[in-house]
């Protein structure tokens, strides 16, 4: 009879490139790993060392909650858990009070996160303890976009300020959701702010 698996498992959360690596270096090291929040169209949804748990609502911060609660209830050990993107880091972050009692879990506080995630507060950060970063600026009005214009030197990067919520908030250039949009000048930049603000997405301009 094989010796028993004594290794903690492990709950990674995610579904891209980051989750299939995850699953992979740690399925190769022979930990159980118990993928959450991944479909049949996602990447890492067909690594074969994962055992997958379907029909979960990644949009749903309570039904991703209770997905990992009820993992954990079925497992000796406590596992630990993996958080493979920015939208799950989130929602771990602001419910780390419903997961901690079930989950292995080491988070920064609430307030790090936020600035993690959010590329404006994460600009400023770096700005205030000199650490080395692209120029940043948020574009949050006409003004904002001027004051932009008075400073920046082109060619520069327009960002959505929350990477994981590009399609929430409808950062669409040319009919296709977008990571980045390349400016060359003022002029493109100015047309680029009209077509992005009046869909309602949160910029982030950086050399």
Same mark, same amino acid.
């Given at each position: 009879?094989?010796?028993?698996?004594?290794?903690?498992? %492990?709950?990674?959360?995610?579904?891209?490139?980051?989750?299939?690596?995850?699953?992979?270096?740690?399925?190769?090291?022979?930990?159980?790993?118990?993928?959450?929040?991944?479909?049949?169209?996602?990447?890492?949804?067909?690594?074969?060392? %994962?055992?997958?748990?379907?029909?979960?609502?990644?949009?749903?911060?309570?039904?991703?909650?209770?997905?990992?609660?009820?993992?954990?209830?079925?497992?000796?050990?406590?596992?630990?858990?993996?958080?493979?993107?920015?939208?799950?880091?989130?929602?771990?972050?602001?419910?780390?009070?419903?997961?901690?009692?079930?989950?292995?879990?080491?988070?920064?506080?609430?307030?790090?996160?936020?600035?993690?995630?959010?590329?404006?507060?994460?600009?400023?950060?770096?700005?205030?303890?000199?650490?080395?970063?692209?120029?940043?600026?948020?574009?949050?009005?006409?003004?904002?976009?001027?004051?932009?214009?008075?400073?920046?030197?082109?060619?520069?990067?327009?960002?959505?300020?929350?990477?994981?919520?590009?399609?929430?908030?409808?950062?669409?250039?040319?009919?296709?959701?977008?990571?980045?949009?390349?400016?060359?000048?003022?002029?493109?930049?100015?047309?680029?702010?009209?077509?992005?603000? %009046?869909?309602?997405?949160?910029?982030?301009?950086?050399?």
């Amino acid at each position: 009879m094989p010796a028993k698996n004594k290794k903690k498992p %492990a709950i990674v959360l995610g579904k891209g490139l980051t989750a299939l690596n995850a699953v992979q270096a740690l399925g190769r090291q022979n930990v159980p790993v118990y993928l959450v929040g991944s479909h049949k169209d996602d990447i890492a949804y067909h690594s074969r060392y %994962a055992t997958k748990v379907d029909q979960v609502n990644t949009d749903d911060a309570t039904e991703v909650v209770t997905a990992l609660r009820s993992v954990s209830e079925e497992l000796e050990q406590k596992p630990v858990l993996l958080c493979c993107s920015d939208h799950f880091l989130e929602v771990i972050s602001a419910n780390r009070d419903a997961i901690q009692d079930c989950c292995e879990l080491v988070l920064p506080s609430p307030e790090a996160v936020s600035t993690v995630l959010d590329k404006s507060l994460f600009g400023d950060f770096c700005a205030k303890h000199d650490l080395p970063s692209p120029k940043s600026w948020k574009l949050e009005s006409e003004d904002s976009l001027e004051d932009c214009l008075g400073t920046v030197q082109f060619p520069v990067a327009v960002k959505p300020a929350f990477a994981h919520k590009r399609k929430a908030e409808n950062f669409r250039h040319k009919g296709r959701y977008a990571a980045m949009i390349r400016a060359e000048n003022a002029d493109e930049l100015r047309q680029i702010y009209a077509e992005l603000r %009046a869909g309602g997405a949160n910029l982030v301009v950086q050399e």
